[in-house]
């Protein structure tokens, strides 16, 4: 059975930092792309970062330089740092494997 388990998500005051994780199971995580996504109630997911097999990263213009996505194969765990949160961050952010499989998602919510 495949799980992707996201964390680390909260309520935070514009200007802080939030470190989300996400845990996968039943997948061989190491050949996997990964990425995380958000998506605001009415609105369609959009892909905020993205981190291949080696490495390469790919962000979404709005977070470019505030967020950074990063992996640990060993513990199959892909974690999203966000710094300089800003109010319109403020979506549910889920994990995916280019959307072959997506986590249940975990709330952000930065307040101004």
């Known amino acids: 059975q495949v799980q992707l388990v996201e964390s680390g998500g909260g309520l935070v005051q514009a200007g802080g930092s939030l470190r989300l994780s996400c845990v996968a199971s039943g997948i061989v995580f190491s050949i996997n792309d990964m990425g995380w996504y958000r998506q605001a109630p009415g609105k369609g997911r959009e892909l905020v970062a993205d981190i291949t097999t080696g490495g390469s990263t790919k962000y979404a213009d709005s977070v470019k330089g505030r967020f950074t996505i990063s992996r640990d194969n060993a513990k199959n765990t892909v974690y999203l740092q966000m710094n300089s949160l800003k109010p319109e961050d403020t979506d549910v952010y889920y994990c995916?494997?280019?959307?072959?499989?997506w986590g249940q998602g975990t709330q952000v919510t930065v307040s101004s």
């Open positions: 995916s494997n280019r959307g072959v499989y």
